[in-house]
């Protein structure tokens, strides 16, 4: 988990009643911009990190045939990021080719990720917004130090050794799991096998209210029609009478939906009559991305939004290979920077998995993600009506930062993901 002193501290510069004596907290007022510059190495890897995130969810989604699809890609990046730490050679210059980051040296990526997580989750008090990183080694085998000392110094990781014999050991890293996404996410391990020999874990946890809620009173049972063109009833949320950050092409409809102090937004990508789902997500690239949100302007409609509730889970490995990081699945992987063992035996990654979670309702959204690299050796005013397949993605608005990517075929659907488990290690 993130440094316990360090959070302490934040918390109570942010919230003054909970430890000043009860005094009210002062309402910060809107946010429009970011409380300091980006550096250019942060600029570097938001972007890096964004151009990565919609390649992933785009190989994702054409691989899935199940209706709904939600990915984080700043809890890949970084769970990626702190493994990168122990490889070495074509298998790092593997990792960080796609990873997007071809142009970072190791302690620029490193540094803007410390520096950015520490930005993200202070932006907007209105908003939580909680990163934590974990490493669990299994006992008796060697590691070395150096791996360690970076992923604590940069990613403020809690480093654990574990004995990945006894029978509870997953439930072990089960438990932090869930501790470090306030419940939503309470398995990320079936088992622990006897060739793993590390975990890292990445967790995200995002909650944010509306800045402006839906009443409860005004949801109705309205049809959505799926991609196959039947129909399922779904509860529809509403909002008319506003104004709200809009953009209208051939290809699409999209609106942007703002929490807390205006730092966080979700923006909802509907497909134009004609196209479908499918399309949409095989088009939307980082200057794609680029483009929709130049091109949001102030318009007045009338809202509806599907409440909707989706946990997810899809296994990585086949993506990330594709995008350029075959090597470090294989054989020939060189972690020789995570553990001696590497020099005489093949150290390789097992699997990459995440895990999600994202409900959206009247109040707001809550959403996790975890990601667990295991390491092994072998004349009614215009309306935006979201009643078929669409997208959405939770950003930070000023810095750019994608925090996750969903697409939604089935509101009603409550559990999606293939759920396989990974191939044998080290082919």
Known sequence: MR???????????????????????????????????????????????????????????????????????????????????????????????????????????????????ELLVTVDPRVTLQIANSVWSRQGIPFEPAFFTALTDYFGAEARELDFGAPGAADVINQWASDATNGLIRKV?????????????????????????????DTRSTPFTRADGTQVQVPMMSLTGLSWPYARTQDYEALELSYGGGAYAMTVVLPAQGRTLADLAASLDAPAWDALVAGLDSARLEVGLPRFRLAYETLLNRPLMDMGMARAFSSAADFTRLTPLARTDPVCIHFVKQNT????????????????????????PPSFIVDRPFLFVIRERFSGTVLFIGAIGDPALEEAGPGEDPPPPCQ
């Open 3 to 117: 440094n316990p002193a360090r959070i302490s501290i934040l918390a109570c510069a942010l919230v003054a009643a909970g430890c000043q004596g009860g005094e009210d907290v002062v309402d910060p007022g809107p946010i429009d911009e970011l409380p300091r510059a980006l550096t250019l190495a942060e600029q570097q890897i938001i972007r890096s990190s964004n151009v990565f995130g919609f390649d992933l969810f785009r190989r994702v989604h054409a691989s899935e045939t199940g209706a709904n699809v939600f990915v984080s890609p700043l809890s890949a990046s970084m769970a990626l990021g702190m493994t990168m730490n122990g490889a070495a050679g074509d298998t790092w210059e593997g990792m960080r080719a796609a990873l997007r980051m071809q142009d970072l040296a190791e302690l620029q990526i490193n540094e803007s990720f410390r520096d950015l997580e």
């Open 189 to 217: 391990l079936d088992r622990v096998e006897a060739h793993h020999i590390m975990f890292l874990l990445n967790a995200v946890y995002f909650k944010g209210q509306w800045q402006r809620p839906f009443d409860p009173d």
């Open 357 to 380: 979670f994202v409900e959206v309702n009247e109040e707001g959204t809550e959403a996790a993600a975890v990601t667990t690299v295991g390491v092994s050796v072998t004349s009614l």
